[in-house]
Structures are given as structure tokens and as C-alpha cells.
């Protein structure tokens, strides 16, 4: 047997006997919770308001509710330096966070299946007030809820790995719980609501946070976090203490990559705009290509969950070979092949063949890109500040897209004037698409930085 073989061998042992830590397992549910919600005000929603009869620039503007998401860094600080009352003491700082922002999630999901994305006006407190408004209200709560469970979530992640491999096994099964679960609420939704309907959907998605409850049980806190909280406690509530809780994890992040860093926010910041900008109208597009749910969510369910498995193995093994910087650069090539693929789509028809081609395409590229950002963000936080400095990174590589998203509505209708609905969609996409040129070129200029901080001593 070949040195290589018995490598490989070995690092599957060593992958199996991680498999066994508590610590593993929990990542995984952990993963699957943080990933549930964020269709469910997002792509989803906007097929559910579609059948409903809602506008595609109602759908867009609606979509701005996920740029909670893009914001989060305003309140992780908080989320690092301070206790849940009550929970915080039961289950510690990391865990108690959790399961407030569980509770807050799976509470607003129920009500807004009860409420639905309609016409006309309901009854709040005595006030006659829109379905649509409540509904947005509602959508927020989830979003803002959803993204204080990542900011902590993704704190827990980095602060409990031992050693940089154990990590990269984390940050692998957080990928494959949260993958998993936009498939759920991608794909299995869908078949669920063409039998029972779109409120009992949600209200089994809102169930299904439990399993985030299960894994904030089965956890533990991390040892590091402990030791971080425990010595700034004493100081957190002074004028320096506040000041190094609220700016100090900038400055540092600052002071370790000085002029690069820059470079990284700006490209963290649009590798994944093609993706986010596409989003609002994925689902719509699938209603006014003729498909059903039941097609939907079987493709979803069967191709897409295939595809999306074996990006993120892909992403992983390139990860491993060649280095995280080396990953990033083939997901920023991959990420935009989605846009294409629904641009070929909307041109050749509603073949299922085809939709399967293009499913398997977009959550191919999806799963790779996604996993290798993760990768690489997390490589660059430190011990202490985590929470903030993830929330930051994961807040500039969303915040771009999400803020121009919204206006996705009004640029397909846009394009689709002297044209048919369909051609507009496929023009939209395929302008999506050209963003990754920007992307493309960043990334070099960020393995070349990589390049020059491996050779040069500070």
C-alpha cells in the first residue's frame, strides 16, 4: 500500500473517532438549528407569498428582513461579554444565548403560520393592523432572533475545537447540519405543504427548533470561553472594560492584519453577493416557471441534497490538500455557476431533467463556496473576541447582497418590460452572475497577501 493510502486511511480513523465526541454531535444539531430559520424568512417565504398571489417587488422588499443577519455585529458584543438572566447561570453564557434565541425563533415561526402572508387587515391588541405588516414584524423577530443564535453558535464552534484539525471537523459538521437544514426547509417544506398546507409547515419547522434545545442540553461550555469570561468580568462594566467589549475585537482584528484587512472585508464582503442577490427570486421563479411543489421539493429533496453533500466533501478535501485559500478560490469560481444554471433554466423550460441539472449545479456550488468562507473566516478570529470578530466577518460577507436584494423584484419585472417574464428572470440571473469577476480578482489579491505574510517575518 502507497505513504498516500495509508494517509488517507489514517485521517479517516482519526475523522471516525472524532465522530464519536459529544462535542461533534452537538455541532451537528447546532448546525441543523442555526439553518432552519434563515429560509424560512427567506428563499421559502417568497415561493409560499407567491402562491398567494403577493408582487415580486413585495416579495423583494419583504427580503430585507435577513439584513438582521448583516447586522448582528452591532449586538455581539453583547451576546460576548454578557450573561442571559437565569439561563446564563443554568447553562452558562454560550449555551444560555442559545436557547433564548431558540425560544424567540420558534415562538415567532408559529406565529407567523397562524398569521399567513394575505391581503386584508387582523385584529393586534384591538388594532386593526395589515396581514402583510404583522407577517413582516413577525419575519423580523425570527430573523433577528436567528442571527443572535449564529453569532453564539459560531462562538461555541471556534472556542470549544482543541487544535486547528478538530476545528476544521466543526466547522465540517456545522456545515452539514445547516446544509441539511436549508434542505429541509427547501425542499422537504415544499412536499409537506402540498399536502397539509403552508401553516402546518411552518408550524413543524417551529417545532423542529427543538432539536436546537437538544443540542444546547448535550452541550458544554467551552473551557477557553470560561477562562475569557472570568477575567474580563471584573473589568467589563468600567469605562475601558466597555470600550474594549464594543471596539477592542476591531482593533485587534485591525492590528493582526493591518493594511490587509481591508482587503479581506472587501472580499469576504461580495463572495457570495451573486448568491444573495438571486435568492429573493429563486422560488418565485419556480412558480412562474409552472412547477409544482411536490417537484420542487422531491428534486430538492433527492439531487439537490446529493449535490450539496458532496460540495461540502469537495470543499473539505480541497481544504485539506491544498489549504483553505486554495478552496476559496474554487468557490469563488463555482458560486456563480448557480446563476447560470437558472439562467439556462428559465430558457430551456420547466423539464424536470433540466430543473434536476439545475439543482444539482446550484447546490454543488452553493455547498463548496459556503463551506469555504466559513473555513477561512474562522481562521481569522481570536480567542476572546470570537463572537464579535465572526459576527463582523460573517456580517460583511452578507451585507452587500442582502442590502441590494431587496430591489430583486423590481429589476426582474424591470427587465421583463417588452419581454416575456421569463426572459427577464434569465437576463437578472445572468447579470447576478457577472459579479463574480470582482470576486474572482480579490481573491487573488488575498492569496497573494497570504503568500507574502508566510515569507515575511513581522
Request: hydrophobic share 55%.
Amino acid at each position: 500500500m502507497s505513504e498516500t493510502a495509508v494517509k488517507r486511511r489514517q485521517g479517516w480513523r482519526e475523522v471516525m473517532g472524532n465522530l464519536r465526541q459529544r462535542k461533534v454531535l452537538a455541532m451537528l444539531l447546532l448546525g441543523f438549528s442555526s439553518g432552519l430559520p434563515i429560509y424560512l424568512v427567506g428563499n421559502t417565504l417568497g415561493f409560499w407569498m407567491r402562491k398567494e398571489g403577493i408582487e415580486l417587488d413585495t416579495i423583494g422588499f419583504l427580503s430585507w428582513v435577513g439584513l438582521a443577519y448583516s447586522m448582528k455585529f452591532l449586538w455581539a458584543p453583547i451576546v460576548d461579554k454578557t450573561d442571559v438572566p437565569l439561563l446564563g447561570r443554568l447553562f452558562g453564557r454560550r449555551r444560555g444565548w442559545m436557547l433564548l434565541s431558540q425560544l424567540f425563533a420558534a415562538v415567532a415561526l408559529v406565529g407567523m403560520a397562524l398569521v399567513q402572508p394575505k391581503g386584508g387587515h387582523i385584529l393586534v391588541l384591538g388594532m386593526a393592523m395589515e396581514h402583510l405588516l404583522v407577517f413582516g414584524v413577525l419575519a423580523t423577530v425570527v430573523a433577528f432572533a436567528s442571527a443572535t443564535q449564529d453569532i453564539v453558535i459560531d462562538a461555541w464552534r471556534i472556542e470549544v475545537a482543541d487544535n486547528s484539525e478538530q476545528l476544521g471537523l466543526l466547522t465540517a459538521s456545522s456545515a452539514l447540519g445547516y446544509r441539511t437544514a436549508l434542505l429541509v426547509t427547501d425542499a422537504l417544506i415544499l412536499i409537506i405543504a402540498a399536502r397539509v398546507g403552508w401553516q402546518v409547515s411552518y408550524e413543524i419547522m417551529a417545532a423542529l427548533m427543538g432539536l436546537g434545545v437538544a443540542a444546547v442540553v448535550l452541550a458544554r461550555e467551552p473551557a477557553r470561553a470560561v477562562v475569557a469570561v472570568h477575567e474580563q468580568a471584573a473589568r467589563l462594566w468600567t469605562p475601558r472594560g466597555l470600550f474594549d467589549a464594543v471596539v477592542g475585537p476591531f482593533v485587534m482584528f485591525f492590528r493582526e492584519y493591518r493594511s490587509g484587512a481591508l482587503l479581506i472585508l472587501a472580499a469576504i464582503s461580495i463572495y457570495r453577493m451573486a448568491d444573495f442577490v438571486m435568492g429573493p427570486m429563486a422560488n418565485p421563479f419556480y412558480v412562474d416557471l409552472g412547477l409544482d411543489e411536490d417537484t420542487v421539493g422531491a428534486v430538492r429533496g433527492s439531487v439537490g441534497l446529493v449535490a450539496t453533500f458532496f460540495g461540502i466533501a469537495l470543499a473539505g478535501v480541497i481544504s485539506v490538500r491544498w489549504g483553505v485559500m486554495a478552496a476559496l478560490l474554487v468557490g469563488a469560481i463555482l458560486g456563480p455557476c448557480s446563476n447560470l444554471a437558472f439562467a439556462w433554466l428559465a430558457y430551456v423550460g420547466p423539464g424536470k431533467l433540466e430543473f434536476a441539472v439545475a439543482m444539482a449545479v446550484d447546490n454543488l456550488s452553493s455547498g463548496f463556496a459556503g463551506t469555504a468562507l466559513i473555513a477561512y473566516m474562522s481562521s481569522l478570529t481570536s480567542i476572546g473576541y470570537t463572537a464579535t470578530q465572526y459576527a463582523l466577518l460573517s456580517s460583511f460577507y452578507a451585507m452587500p447582497g442582502k442590502a441590494l436584494k431587496g430591489f430583486s423584484g423590481v429589476t426582474v419585472q424591470h427587465l421583463a418590460q417588452g419581454r416575456t417574464l421569463l426572459e427577464g428572470y434569465a437576463l437578472f440571473f445572468i447579470g447576478t452572475a457577472l459579479l463574480a469577476i470582482p470576486v474572482l480578482l480579490l481573491c487573488l489579491a488575498l492569496a497573494a497577501m497570504q503568500a507574502r505574510r508566510a515569507t515575511v517575518p513581522d
